[in-house]
């Protein structure tokens, strides 16, 4: 039986703060954002094996209206406790946040990408969360040498606009919006959706905060996670 939101607690999921604000995406255009709470890390192996293991894949309140169903899940490429969950798909994105939602009861969803950038770097226009210029120690990108993800925690002491940690490299970030048509932010139809943040396997180019791409929503792959929020 799983607990209430009085004492549920998942392990490295810490909640932060973030403003109002408004911010514009180049060639997308500018949005007002309404303060939310954002997970400080990407969701985790251990906090998705909590998931799996409460029935994530069997109770299918979580996966209704969805377009797809996985049917199980896939274990990610590296498995450490910390280390972000991979082979993930936008659907079981989804399905977590419903389930969390449930257990903790918060509206807890995928950002937006422009909820996510404003997460990332505020109104401050760094190219990166940590400024604006590269700098591989505070990272987990290709040219780092790492060839894998590292321990969400591992950059935690790197300071950032509000705090968030590894929004730039270690994982792809599922976002909640469709990539095409990004004012679109429902969850029904199998469109392609955004990906936010860059990974371990990108250059410095493409984990800056801006860098922006969409894949398939039912993609399973080594170097895609996500994080969630609660709305505002």
């Not at 392990?11 to 973030?18: F, G, H, N």
């Not at 180019?205 to 039912?218: D, G, L």
Request: net charge negative; hydrophobic share 40%.
């Amino acid at each position: 039986m799983l607990h209430n939101s009085t004492d549920f607690n998942l392990p490295l999921l810490e909640w932060l703060d973030i403003p109002a604000g408004e911010i514009n995406l180049e060639g997308i255009g500018s949005f007002d954002v309404k303060p939310f709470k954002i997970a400080k890390y990407p969701v985790t192996n251990e906090q998705f094996g909590v998931f799996v293991a409460h029935g994530g894949y069997k109770n299918y309140g979580w996966w209704e209206g969805l377009a797809h169903f996985p049917g199980g899940p896939r274990a990610s490429d590296w498995r450490e406790a910390d280390a972000p969950k991979l082979e993930v798909n936008w659907y079981e994105a989804v399905a977590f946040c419903r389930w969390l939602s449930g257990v903790t009861e918060l509206d807890v969803r995928l950002p937006t990408e422009w909820e996510w950038q404003w997460a990332a770097v505020g109104d401050s226009a760094w190219a990166y969360p940590y400024g604006n210029e590269f700098d591989p120690q505070k990272c987990n990108a290709k040219v780092r040498g790492l060839e894998r993800t590292n321990a969400v925690t591992q950059f935690a002491n790197v300071k950032t606009h509000f705090g968030t940690v590894d929004m730039s490299g270690n994982v792809w970030e599922w976002c909640l919006n469709e990539g095409v048509s990004p004012q679109n932010i429902q969850i029904e139809g199998d469109e392609n959706r955004v990906l936010r943040g860059g990974s371990w396997n990108n250059n410095s180019k493409q984990v800056q905060v801006t860098a922006r791409t969409n894949r398939v929503a039912r993609t399973r792959t080594f170097n895609i996670g996500f994080r969630v929020i609660i709305a505002g």
